[in-house]
């Protein structure tokens, strides 16, 4: 398909493409000094990871939609010939890195007419619906083809029809010519930069770029996770929360029995990301605090002595973190659809480096929560004044989001690290869940232990609550925003939360670590059970979005317009115009 037909009228790309409907984080300008101020390798390094990192985002592009290279090749066309309507349809397509996605109004967003996001994504046959894959998988398993199954239903493969079946390729060998691009810039950089663990490591994924082999992977993710001391910072993330076909083969309880009778998981294919960054110690050295009570957090986990998990009391925990001043996010880490990452915590559960001894690394972006103009902070005023407790503004704090996520990411450490790929398209909004309740539970025992002060654990409930309110009910698709829903369910249910009939917010600060309490332990029972039937009706009972949550959103539309959002890199280009 080379000829596309516009979606989107001009007047609303001239809406969406507008200040006040596309938000804009600006990452590392051409004269900051936390690049200036780098050794004079490091600098060289930084070009050559800036330059593998864009050329990471060209195949995540693909893994996404297969009618996004084409498209863009069409939007660069049209614009050559003066076709505005192409120009403005460019921003919104450079800005969600795709031909679809969702605005944070929960609008499918198509850039071009007759192209929808399919359930497999860019990694499935684009015809290729949820009823034939199942037929088709169950189909190969009769026949005996367990190994060509197995491939099919793994993270890491683009997979094509052959007849009646389906065959499946590494992603290494079919974006053979850019990951071998990618290693010639990575191994440039490996021989500037001036950090020996980070030459390592990148030496490491430079093997794994080369040749198809997760266990090289694997050595390349175990080395990443120890990184602590290094100027630049420099990520290949792979996360499995956007495929919604590869995990519905267990929803086919024939399929299900075969593959637990031949011990082959099904887990979502990988999405590809790309980070480039040089470490703020500062910032660094705050988050590294938190180290110490690890071990705390890991002993007052539910039910902890019926599964393993990455942190353990008494030992040393396998988690370093570093705060990072961004230069560039690619593919799937800068995708602004509805929202973009504040940090991430990798490797996931479901990587291989997991099972060698690999511990795992939080990295948290700088640019991405600091609010830095007068115009946001009116903003988020005007937000507070609509929806929360006049009373409680009080307690507001933007940092303590920050504080927030801190405990989110870590919590991802926490709780049973294996087996829970079982619970299927679930796994990903229980996980995240997961995550935000163990932030909100350990609240009582952080501040005991002298991580928080009384007032910062208020801060943190009450910015939690006020920042998880939603401009609308979120697909099943968006595991971040469902979790959200979930969880003000939940506290609304338990007596936590409370929405008055004109959508005003109060928090009732004593009962939500309580609450938070109760959830954690339905969670983590869940995630040890691994019972898919059980997750699903969790999930469910949860995902209830009522006529509160309804108010609450119409009142954030009002005097939030944002829809879309973008980010500027301006260090990043100027090296990538570089020779």
Same mark, same amino acid.
């Given at each position: ?10 007047e ?37 990871l800036?330059? !593998? ?24 066309d ?6 505005k ?15 679809? !996605?969702?605005?944070r ?25 949820? !009823? ?67 030459n390592e ?30 100027p630049? @910072? ?6 499995n ?44 050295e ?10 705390? +957090? ?22 370093? +973190? ?51 103009? &007068?115009?946001?902070r ?25 504080w927030?996520?801190?405990?989110? &990411? ?31 539970? +350990? ?5 005991e ?26 697909t ?19 007596? !936590? ?38 997750g @699903? ?36 280009q ?6």
């Amino acid at each position: 398909m080379s000829d596309y037909v516009l979606n989107l009228s001009m007047e609303e790309l001239e809406k969406r493409t507008s200040k006040d409907y596309l938000n804009t984080k600006k990452m590392l300008d051409v004269d900051a000094p936390e690049y200036t101020s780098l050794a004079e390798g490091d600098k060289q390094a930084l070009k050559h990871l800036v330059k !593998a990192a864009y050329i990471l985002e060209r195949v995540n592009k693909q893994l996404d939609n297969v009618h996004n290279l084409p498209f863009e090749k069409f939007l660069n066309d049209e614009i050559k010939k003066g076709n505005k309507q192409a120009e403005l349809t460019k921003i919104l397509y450079d800005a969600q890195k795709g031909v679809c !996605a969702i605005d944070r109004e929960t609008n499918v967003i198509e850039l071009a007419k007759g192209v929808h996001a399919t359930l497999g994504k860019g990694c499935y046959p684009e015809d290729l619906g949820k !009823a034939e894959f199942q037929q088709i998988i169950l189909r190969m398993l009769k026949r005996g083809k367990f190994d060509e199954v197995k491939t099919i239903l793994n993270q890491r493969s683009v997979v094509e029809r052959k007849g009646d079946e389906l065959v499946a390729t590494d992603y290494v060998d079919k974006f053979k010519d850019e990951f071998s691009k990618m290693a010639d810039e990575l191994e440039k950089a490996s021989k500037v930069s001036t950090n020996k663990d980070f030459n390592e490591y990148l030496e490491l994924q430079v093997k794994a770029l080369r040749k198809a082999d997760p266990m090289l992977d694997a050595y390349a993710d175990k080395k990443w996770a120890t990184l602590q001391d290094t100027p630049l @910072e420099f990520t290949i993330t792979r996360e499995n929360y956007s495929d919604e076909l590869t995990e519905s083969a267990i929803e086919n309880d024939e399929i299900k029995e075969i593959l637990k009778e031949h011990n082959i998981p099904a887990i979502g294919k990988d999405f590809l990301g790309g980070r480039v960054g040089i470490i703020n110690k500062k910032g660094t050295e705050e988050l590294l605090k938190i180290k110490t009570f690890l071990p705390v +957090m890991a002993e007052n986990m539910p039910f902890k002595d019926e599964y393993v998990q990455n942190i353990s009391a008494g030992k040393d925990s396998k988690q370093t +973190m570093v705060d990072v001043d961004l230069v560039m996010v690619s593919g799937d880490v800068g995708e602004y659809r509805a929202g973009i990452t504040l940090a991430e915590n990798l490797p996931n559960d479901d990587k291989l480096s997991l099972t060698i001894g690999g511990g795992r690394r939080n990295v948290y972006h700088r640019q991405i929560r600091l609010i830095t103009s &007068e115009d946001s902070r009116k903003k988020l005023q005007e937000r507070l004044d609509a929806i929360l407790n006049k009373d409680q503004h009080k307690y507001y704090n933007d940092e303590a989001d920050h504080w927030f996520t801190i405990g989110h &990411e870590n919590a991802h450490s926490l709780g049973p690290n294996s087996g829970t790929e079982a619970l299927g398209k679930y796994k990903s909004i229980i996980e995240e869940n997961k995550a935000d309740i163990t932030s909100l539970a +350990m609240l009582d025992v952080l501040t005991e232990n002298g991580m928080y002060t009384q007032e910062q654990k208020e801060q943190i409930i009450v910015t939690y609550a006020a920042d998880n309110m939603l401009k609308s009910k979120p697909t099943m698709s968006q595991a971040h925003r469902v979790r959200s829903v979930m969880q003000n369910y939940y506290f609304l249910k338990e007596g !936590a939360l409370e929405i008055s009939p004109d959508g005003i917010l109060t928090v009732h600060i004593d009962k939500m670590v309580p609450a938070a309490q109760k959830m954690l332990k339905e969670i983590i029972r869940i995630q040890i059970d691994r019972d898919f039937a059980k997750g @699903e009706k969790y999930v469910l009972d949860n995902f209830q979005w009522t006529k509160e949550m309804e108010v609450m959103a119409d009142k954030i539309k009002k005097v939030s317009k944002s829809l879309n959002g973008r980010v500027e890199e301006p260090l990043a280009q100027k090296l990538l115009a570089e020779d």
